[in-house]
């Protein structure tokens, strides 16, 4: 073997952690790397911060949200639903009322006021300002409805409930009140709002209450014309007569007014819009005051004296249909509707409808003139009795057979002369009864008078073939067929006017807001019976009244020639459908060879003294008649009346 030593072998050391790419080496001074698993040296704990970023992201987005949240909402108030907003701010600060028109006034024909509206305020209140969070105080409405209940007359416990609704700034409290009732209301208030103001404790609990202006309805004469006239309901309308026919040309056109309000008062600097009202047109009505006053006071005092159920008068300008006067008896005062009795509102003398009685057989006298089958000189033999169909006629008094004339017929009233003279009108009794009613119907009786009035009757006439047996002998003279006052009025103007009939008017003309006065419209005229019967009529109707044996005496008037008919008629009871009691009346007009004035006169159920129409209604008829005369200052014609026989000698 050779001296040469042979050569080491290298031993392997401990492998070397592997540095991931990338990792540089540590420098001089740098902290060794701990290997996994050996033990943490000794020292201080050192904490590392973490990367804010993330924080701030999140917080980025949540702002950034919140403001898109905004906006959004931001875009949807001020553009989307811009004008929703403005519309409730301006309900919660604007205030709205309506500016009531004035209401028409309506006078007679001389211009006296027969109806008129004043100054009057709605008392209105807003209830918002009752609320305890705006008072401060639990028991505000209590204690506002406590003052307030006994100024408006009203119970405390139904203003405590006004001033209690809810969902609402405005609420009526009551309207139409008197300046002083609304002045007491405003003292009131304005005391406690001064006490407020030194004594905190003081609460102005009336500070919610508001008077907006408005008017009432007045009618200066009381019940005078009261049936005419009508009045006005609680809303402000017409509630009967001619308020409520004439209620659109009365009422006008009412107005707004919206203006800013704080506090129940008016903001005057916060402007307003204005929308102004159109006052209602004024109604000038064809009454004479003075003579409705005369016709009222009559009839009032007949029916009182008589203790009647009620009556009717009627006064008419034969010439033009105007009617002067129309009475009612009983009546009430519009005023005051309270205290009226509700069978007595209304106009009775369109309304009611009745059996005339001979009122009525001028009617059937002008058709035996027209058609030429009998002269007021044609003889007429009247028995006591008189036996037609199933029934025995007899005259309103027992008499022995009279020899009358066509003319003293009409003068005494006879039912039983009637019946024989419309008998002759046809050669069969339904011929007779076919002619009567077409003059009856030419009278008006059946169908309307032409005033249009609320409730107006057109009264009762059967087709000539529906007549009973009864009736077609009854009818001539009266009975079985009904009509109102004014329509047996115009039956009289119509023989007095020539025979021409010409339809009854109420209204003169209107005048407008603007000042212009429109009459009112041509009255429709018909012709009814020729000029020569209506004369001779007239003369006939002068025998009632003239001639000792008439039946109107107590209707004479000195110096004037007077034509008129007598009525007593058996009533039907409107509260049992039977004949109970009378219907007495008398028409007439004057001067009879000159016509000017008609006047009607009837009444219903006189219980106490005479119930005959030429007893209580012909007096009546008299001093009506005589009053208009003078008023419209009629002369009389000085002409003698014709003095028509009413007997004959056989």
């Known amino acids: 073997m050779s001296d040469r030593e042979p050569p080491r072998r290298r031993v392997p050391g401990p492998a070397r952690p592997v540095r991931p790419s990338g990792q540089r080496r540590p420098g001089p001074g740098a902290r060794p790397a701990r290997r996994p698993g050996a033990p943490r040296p000794a020292g201080p704990r050192v904490i590392r911060l973490g990367s804010p970023r993330p924080r701030l992201r999140m917080v980025s987005l949540a702002l950034t949200l919140v403001m ?56 209105t209140a807003d209830p918002t300002m009752f609320t305890q969070k705006a008072t401060k105080t639990p028991d505000a409405p209590e204690q506002a409805a406590a003052l307030l209940a006994p100024i408006l007359g009203q119970d405390a416990e139904k ?40 004594d905190p404790s003081t609460v102005n609990v009336l500070a919610g209450i508001v008077a907006v202006p408005a008017s009432k309805r007045v009618y200066p004469n009381g019940d005078l014309a009261a049936g005419i006239l009508g009045w006005v309901n609680a809303d402000g309308k017409g509630g009967g007569g001619l308020e409520q026919e004439l209620n659109k040309e009365l009422a006008g056109k009412d107005g707004e007014i919206r ?27 064809t009454i004479d005051r003075d003579i409705q006053w005369a016709a009222q006071n009559a009839i009032t005092e007949q029916v009182k004296e008589s203790k009647a159920d009620s009556g009717y008068v009627i006064v008419q300008d034969t010439q033009t249909g105007e009617i002067l006067a129309m009475a009612n008896s009983p009546g009430f005062d519009p005023n005051d509707l309270s205290q009226a009795d509700p069978a007595a509102l209304g106009n009775a003398a369109v309304q009611d409808a009745y059996e005339p009685g001979s009122t009525a057989k001028v009617m059937s006298m002008a058709a035996v003139l027209e058609e030429n089958v009998a002269t007021p000189a044609t003889h007429v033999v009247v028995p006591n009795r008189l036996q037609r169909g199933d029934r025995l006629f007899q005259d309103d008094i027992d008499h022995p057979t009279w020899n009358l004339t066509l003319n003293g017929v ?53 087709a000539p073939e529906d007549w009973s047996t009864s ?51 041509e009255p429709k005229k018909t012709r009814v019976v020729s000029e020569k019967t209506a004369k001779t009529l007239a003369q006939m109707l002068e025998s009632v009244v003239d001639d000792e044996q008439g039946t109107g005496t107590k209707a004479r008037i000195p110096g004037y020639r007077v034509a008129g008919k007598t009525g007593t008629a058996n009533r039907v009871d409107p509260a049992t459908g039977k004949y109970n009691g009378y219907t007495s009346s008398f028409a007439g007009f004057a001067p009879a060879d000159n016509p000017r004035i008609t006047v009607y006169c009837a009444i219903q159920n006189a219980t106490k003294g005479s119930y005959f129409g030429g007893q209580i209604c012909g007096p009546i008829y008299k001093e009506v008649m005589e009053f208009a005369l003078k008023t419209l200052q009629v002369p009389p014609t000085g002409a003698k009346a014709a003095n028509l026989p009413v007997t004959f000698t056989p």
């Open 410 to 462: 009409l003068a005494k009233s006879s039912n039983i002369g009637t019946i024989l003279a419309v008998g002759q009108l046809g050669k069969t009794q339904t011929e007779a009864n076919k002619v009567l009613y077409s003059y009856l119907r030419k009278f008006g009786i059946g169908g309307n008078t032409g005033l249009d009035f609320p409730g107006e009757t057109k009264g009762i006439l059967a």
């Open 159 to 198: 203003v405590t409930k006004k001033l209690k609704t809810k969902n609402t700034r405005y609420t009526l409290l009551a309207n139409r009140q008197t300046p002083q009732v609304w002045k007491q209301i405003k003292d009131l208030r304005s005391t406690l709002a001064a006490k407020a103001q030194t």
């Open 259 to 285: 203006y800013a309000q704080s506090g129940g008062l008016q903001v005057p600097t916060a402007g307003s819009t204005e929308t102004p009202a159109v006052a209602g047109s004024d109604i000038e009505l």
């Open 471 to 521: 009736q077609q002998y009854t009818i001539p003279f009266g009975q079985g067929v009904s009509l109102s006052a004014l329509q047996a009025a115009s039956v009289y103007s119509t023989i007095a006017n020539g025979g021409v009939r010409i339809e009854p008017t109420l209204v003169r003309g209107t005048e407008g807001a603007d000042g212009r006065f429109t009459p009112g419209p």
């Open 68 to 123: 898109i949240a905004f906006v959004v909402r931001l875009l949807q108030v001020q553009a989307v639903d811009a004008s929703t907003y403005v519309a409730k701010a301006e309900q919660n600060r604007y205030v709205g009322r309506t500016l009531a028109a004035e209401r028409g006034g309506i006078t007679d024909r001389n211009g006296v006021e027969l109806a008129t509206s004043v100054d009057a305020y709605d008392i």
